[in-house]
């Protein structure tokens, strides 16, 4: 199976039929894909400015696509370095235990649905690197009552989602499932109430 940087190639070659190079884009999510396959692709084809089902996109949008995926890739896979880093260092000093932002990092490696997005169609407006900077910088300081990606506060738990976890708080506006460490008991909490107050 071919990796991640030959897929890019593919995508940038323009000796390379149209259609794979659509197809190697399609194929890079299955290595990337913040938001989810779904939503990471309605998210690329909106910002590059080409249909989701537009079988022969223009190549310069479909490159434009495969650079803002590539940008979001480096700022998670440099935050996957110093996590690896740190780890290491607390298994040698003795910290077996993994706390719960080391829980959550586990479902997510390798940078699938870090913002899980379960409404394809509902995601982050900006650039996938700017999203991921929120979210590690969420992650790296102490928890608060907000959506991390959108300074949201409207949070809502939703159940039945298709993604480990299948629950959790998710930002009405921006539409990611927050990571449950970066919010404070309360906010989580607030959550909960707001989707008791939903269905009843």
């Known amino acids: 199976m071919a990796g991640f940087r030959s897929l890019a190639r593919q995508v940038r070659d323009p000796g390379c ?3 794979l190079r659509r197809y190697s884009l399609r194929k890079c999510l ?16 909106s910002r590059a400015g080409f249909d989701r089902e537009d079988r022969s996109p223009d190549p310069v949008r ?8 590539e940008e979001g890739r480096v700022v998670w896979l440099g935050y996957e370095g110093e996590f690896t880093a740190r780890r290491r260092k607390e298994k040698h000093n003795g910290l077996r235990r993994p706390g719960s932002i ?4 586990r479902l997510t490696w ?8 379960d409404d394809p ?16 910088a969420a992650l790296e300081r102490e928890p608060g009552s907000s ?15 298709d993604h480990e976890p299948s629950s959790g708080p998710v930002c009405a506006d921006c539409g990611i499932l927050v990571p449950r460490p970066v919010l404070t008991p309360q906010a989580l909490q607030y959550a909960r109430r707001e989707q008791l107050l939903m269905s009843a």
């Open 121 to 136: 169609r509902v995601h982050p407006d900006e650039p996938l690197a700017e999203v991921l900077r929120r979210l590690i």
């Open 102 to 105: 080391d829980d959550w990092h």
């Open 17 to 19: 039929d149209l259609a």
């Open 62 to 69: 479909l490159v434009a696509a495969l650079e803002e995926l």
């Open 147 to 161: 959506c991390p990606v959108c300074a949201g506060v409207h949070l809502v738990w939703r159940y039945g989602l």
């Open 110 to 117: 390798g940078g699938f649905g870090v913002a899980w997005c």
């Open 30 to 45: 299955e290595k990337f894909a913040p938001y989810g396959h779904r939503a990471t692709w309605d998210h690329l084809c």
